[in-house]
């Protein structure tokens, strides 16, 4: 994450998602996955939480949620960022 942000020199939002959602055994549990977002959250924008979400491509279960909520999240950045900019 840092080094994303460092090379891009860019701020844009994200979120993590885990896969493989109708799988019992996951490799990254999703307290390790909510875990790893807090972490992520503090790496990034000030003020930015850096959403978990888990799915799965096989079932398409909350494929469209994750979409749905990476364009709530872009669109609420550009209304920050333009309102930083208008200050």
Known sequence: ?????????????FI?????????NRVIPKDKGVILSEKFSK?????FKVRYLESSAKSGKQVNEIFETICREIKSFKIQKRRKIKK
């Open 1 to 13: 994450v840092k080094e994303f942000y460092r090379e891009s020199k860019r701020l844009v939002p």
């Open 16 to 24: 993590l998602v885990g896969n493989k959602y109708d799988l019992p």
């Open 43 to 47: 790496m990034t924008m000030p003020n």
